[in-house]
C-alpha cells in the first residue's frame, strides 16, 4: 500500500522563518490585493526550495514538535528574491567625463559618432585584465544584493571582439559562482560598431552572428543573446540576422527597442518571441499589441531615461491596456545608467513612469523572473520554487518604492541559506 505523503512528517523542514508579512507576488485573481499579502505569516524551507507557508501559529507548533530551526522575524516584510534582468555589470574604466561633457551640451547621439560613448568604454574594457573586470563587476554586485537582490542578468557587449567578449561571459559566470547569487548571462553581440570595423558593418554582423555566436553558445557561456536596435546602432535588418541565427541554435533573445527611436524594434522582437523587449521609450500602440501577442516581456529601463534627460517616457498606458508584462531593471552601465540600486529603478518606475507600486514591485519580481526565462522557478513566492527570498523593515509594501536611498533590506536567504 502507497504511504500517504504527510506534509508534517518529521525532517521536512530545514527552517522555518515566523513573524513575517508576506508578500508572495502572487498574481492577484480578487482584484483588490496586488502583493499576494499573507499577513502574520510563516515560510519554511526544505534544501533550496521553499517547502511550506502558512501561520506562525501552525509554524511555531511543527517547527517545536520537529527540532525545525527557526527564526523570528519580527513583523518583517518577506519578499521573492530582486531580480535585476537587464545589466551591463562587466565592463573596464568610468565615463564620468562624457557625464561632464553632456551637461555642457554635448548629446548622447553626438559624442556617440565622434568615436565616445560606447566605444570608449570598449577601449577601456579591452584593455582590462580578467581580475580587474571581476574585482569591479564585485563592487557593483554586491551594492545590488544588499537591496535583496538575488537573480542577476549580465550582458557582454563591451567586448566587440570574440576573446573579450569571451572573457565579459567568462567573468559574469564567475561572479555567479563565487557570490550567493544566479547570473544569467546575455551575449549583447550587437551594441555598438566597433572602430576597425567601421568599413565593414555586414561583415561585422555575419561574424557576431555566425562563428562568434556558435563559439560562445558552444561553450556554454550564453543564456540568450541581445541587440542594441537603434538609429546609433544597428538596423532592423542586422538585429534580424542575428536573431534569425541565435533562432537557429535554440538561443533566446532580448532587443534593446525604442530607446530612441521608434524603427520597428518592438515587433521585431515579437516575431522572434523574444523574452523582452527593453526600453520602449518610442512605441507606437501596435508594437505594445505585437509584444502582448508574443508574451514578450516589456522591460522598463528608467535609470537610462533619467540619466539621459529624455521627456518621452514608455507608453505605459498602451502596455498595460495591451495586457504586456511590464518587468523594470537597473541598465546598470557606465554611459546611460550608472545604477547599482534596484529599490532606486522602483522609485523612478513610479516617479517617472507612472507605474504603481504594484506594477514596479511585480517588475523586479515575477515579470523580471519572466523576462529572463524563470518564472517557474523565481520570481514568486510558492511552494516548490526556490527559496530566494528577502527581509525588509517596512510597514507595507509600497515603501520599497517610496523611500529615496533608503536601504531597508534586514536579510537576504539565497537558496534556503542566509545569505
Ligand atoms: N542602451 C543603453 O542604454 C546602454 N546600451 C544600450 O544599448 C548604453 C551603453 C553605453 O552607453 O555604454
Ligand atoms: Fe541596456
Redo the contacts with the bound molecule.
Keep these: 500500500m502507497d504511504k500517504p505523503v504527510q506534509q508534517s512528517s518529521t525532517g521536512e523542514w530545514d527552517r522555518v522563518w515566523v513573524n513575517a508579512n508576506l508578500a508572495t507576488m502572487v498574481a492577484a485573481h480578487d482584484g483588490v490585493s496586488g502583493y499576494g499579502e499573507i499577513k502574520d505569516a510563516a515560510l519554511a524551507v526544505r534544501g533550496d526550495r521553499i517547502a511550506w507557508m502558512g501561520s506562525s501559529a501552525e509554524a511555531l507548533a511543527r517547527a517545536r514538535s520537529q527540532d525545525v530551526a527557526v527564526t523570528d522575524c519580527g513583523g518583517a516584510w518577506l519578499l521573492p528574491g530582486l531580480i535585476d534582468c537587464h545589466t ?1 555589470l562587466v565592463y573596464g574604466g568610468s ?1 564620468v567625463e562624457e557625464f561632464e561633457k553632456r551637461l555642457c551640451g554635448v548629446s548622447y547621439e553626438e559624442i556617440a559618432r565622434a568615436g565616445g ?2 566605444q570608449s ?1 570598449v577601449n577601456a574594457t579591452r584593455a582590462a585584465t580578467p581580475e580587474s573586470l571581476l574585482e569591479s563587476a564585485t563592487v557593483r554586485a554586491l551594492r545590488l544584493m544588499d537591496e535583496g537582490v538575488t537573480t542577476l542578468e549580465i550582458k557582454s557587449g563591451y567586448g566587440l571582439e570574440l576573446s573579450v567578449e569571451r572573457r565579459l561571459l567568462e567573468v559574469a559566470r564567475e561572479l555567479g559562482r563565487r557570490l550567493p547569487l544566479s547570473v544569467r548571462t546575455t551575449y549583447l553581440g550587437l ?1 555598438a560598431l566597433p572602430k576597425e570595423a567601421a568599413a565593414d558593418r555586414a561583415g561585422f554582423v555575419k561574424q557576431v552572428s555566425g562563428p562568434w555566436l556558435e563559439a560562445l553558445a558552444a561553450s556554454g557561456l550564453i543564456d540568450a543573446v541581445d541587440a ?1 536596435c537603434e538609429n546609433i ?1 544597428f538596423s532592423v535588418a542586422e538585429t534580424e540576422q542575428f536573431l534569425h541565427a541565435a533562432q537557429r541554435l535554440g538561443v533566446p533573445a532580448h532587443v ?1 527597442a525604442g ?1 530612441l527611436s521608434d524603427m520597428g524594434a518592438a515587433e521585431l522582437a515579437a516575431r522572434f518571441g523574444a523574452l523582452s523587449a527593453d ?1 520602449l521609450e518610442y512605441l507606437s500602440a501596435p508594437g505594445a499589441a505585437a509584444l502582448a501577442g508574443a508574451g514578450t516581456v516589456a522591460v522598463l529601463l528608467p535609470g ?1 531615461y533619467y540619466m539621459l534627460r529624455q521627456t518621452t517616457p514608455p507608453p505605459v498606458p498602451f502596455l498595460r491596456q495591451a495586457g504586456v508584462a511590464l518587468a523594470l531593471a537597473t ?1 546598470c ?5 550608472p545604477c547599482t540600486s534596484l529599490l532606486l529603478a522602483l522609485n523612478m518606475g513610479c516617479t517617472l513612469f507612472g507605474l504603481t507600486p504594484h506594477e514596479a514591485l511585480a517588475g523586479v519580481t515575477r515579470h523580471a523572473a519572466r523576462a529572463l526565462g524563470l518564472q517557474t522557478d523565481i520570481g514568486t513566492l510558492e511552494v516548490g520554487k526556490r527559496a530566494d527570498f528577502a527581509l525588509y523593515r517596512i510597514d507595507r509594501p509600497a515603501e520599497l518604492c517610496y523611500a529615496l536611498g533608503a536601504n531597508p533590506c534586514a536579510s537576504v536567504v539565497y537558496g534556503g541559506v542566509a545569505r
Design positions: 551591463h565615463r560613448g560606447i568604454t551594441h542594441f546602432a534593446h530607446q526600453h537610462a541598465d552601465n557606465p554611459g546611460t545608467s
